[in-house]
């Protein structure tokens, strides 16, 4: 049960009461668990006494784990019963007891008022690519290319070949060049060149990654020239790829290139409607919320670069000696900006329908990213914490507010299609 203590503009405190019975449930289905994970030398699965379980696990292990269990189901569930959209918050849990309820307090922040125009006879004009016989007849030849083989030829070398260079001095290496993809200063530099020539190429001054490289000279032999050989676009080039004939590949084909701009077509009408919504949007954001944001996004960033096995701070350093960290930052903070604001009129959006994710429909996709992720569940709530559910619920909620509205626009677009068609039947008759 909860129960709201205050709020104040975007503060909000409220209290959540666990009864006793489900704090019950919750001790009864961690002991299970560890009777049936924890091994106990001299005793059989599931046999051996809570008191020696609880001396291999650590003593308060077990209200840790009910206390995160019960905290996990209930914050949640008392955020959406209160109706509060959180943007954070500060759990403060009581004492835990078994036979008795659980109670704990939580101070957040809930997410600013925002007000949306009307979105009601918006018309989208984003629309999925038409797949013409244009389209179709260009991804045969694609299909064509990457199946495509090469024949030795011997010859000088022409726009279409696959070139085997090896470079020169101690760092080279032996690898094939296909010129009809290659950089104009490779392709000019080994035109009309043959089998066992030596080729200066002058690379020009470029930008890879971080580095900055000047303009220099490699050396390079040729070692093999090959000629590209093509398929006839025919009933055996359709079975190389398993397919019963070549009309089968073209309906195949054509299929699937409907079926992916048809997701195309969907994902723009979602960005041209979400784009709408944020340019329509009044809100006045707390600098903290976009200063979280921004926050959240370098950690992923530094993450990504810890991966990779580069040091945030050397990383910081390099863009600072090439002027470039202000840029950086900068465009970190719009782009926090950019995400705060899409979150913020999705949300509205999902109030203003009265959208709700039944716990049937949230379990369901919880289990369902578990399994994707090779997790139980319980596992999958534990890793995502309170906050992280939470955050989870919210981004269904919108999801399912956005799928709902832009049904509702292409609804009232095919009735003001249809009224169209039968006006123009009428002044026909």
């Not at 006879?121 to 199946?147: C, F, H, K, M, Y």
């Amino acid at each position: 049960m909860a129960e709201l203590i205050s709020r104040e503009g975007n503060k909000v405190e409220f209290k959540v009461s666990v009864p006793a019975a489900e704090v019950n449930r919750a001790y009864d289905q961690v002991w299970a668990g560890l009777a049936r994970d924890v091994r106990v030398p001299g005793f059989r699965p599931g046999k051996a006494p809570r008191k020696v379980i609880e001396g291999r696990v650590g003593k308060g292990y077990v209200e840790q784990e009910v206390r995160d269990r019960l905290l996990e189901t209930h914050y949640s569930q008392a955020a959406r019963e209160l109706k509060l959209s959180l943007v954070d918050a500060n759990i403060d849990p009581q004492p835990l007891k078994s036979g008795q309820a659980f109670e704990f307090t939580v101070k957040g922040e809930t997410y600013p008022e925002v007000k949306l125009a009307d979105w009601s006879g918006l018309s989208l004009s984003a629309a999925a690519p038409e797949i013409t016989d244009e389209v179709l007849d260009r991804t045969l030849s694609d299909l064509q290319e990457r199946n495509a083989t090469f024949d030795d030829a011997d010859r000088a070398i022409e726009a279409s070949d696959q070139v085997t260079i090896e470079e020169q001095g101690e760092d080279g290496g032996t690898y094939p060049v296909y010129l009809d993809v290659a950089e104009a200063h490779v392709r000019d530099a080994l035109l009309g060149k043959n089998k066992g020539d030596t080729v200066e190429i002058t690379v020009p001054a470029h930008q890879h990654g971080d580095h900055e490289h000047a303009e220099h000279t490699v050396t390079v032999k040729i070692v093999d020239v090959k000629t590209k050989k093509l398929q006839a676009l025919d009933d055996e080039f359709a079975k190389s790829l398993n397919f019963d004939s070549l009309e089968r590949l073209r309906t195949d084909l054509k299929a699937e290139l409907e079926r992916r701009a048809t997701q195309e077509g969907e994902a723009a009408r979602r960005e041209e409607f979400i784009d709408h919504l944020v340019a329509g949007m009044t809100a006045d954001i707390p600098q903290a919320l976009l200063d979280r944001r921004r926050e959240s996004m370098q950690a992923e960033i530094q993450d990504d670069l810890g991966r990779q096995g580069v040091k945030w701070g050397e990383y910081e350093a390099f863009m600072k000696e090439q002027g470039k960290l202000d840029e950086f930052m900068a465009d970190l903070g719009k782009n926090a900006e950019t995400r705060v604001k899409r979150d913020l009129a999705l949300e509205k959006l999902a109030e203003d329908l009265n959208v709700q994710v039944s716990d049937a429909e949230f379990n369901q996709t919880m289990t369902a990213l578990a399994q994707a992720n090779g997790l139980s569940p319980a596992d999958l709530s534990k890793q995502l914490g309170p906050n992280g559910i939470n955050s989870y619920y919210i981004s269904l909620t919108r999801e399912k507010a956005l799928q709902q509205a832009i049904a509702q626009l292409s609804k009232g677009s095919d009735a003001t299609a249809s009224d169209a068609s039968s006006d123009e039947a009428s002044s026909a008759e």
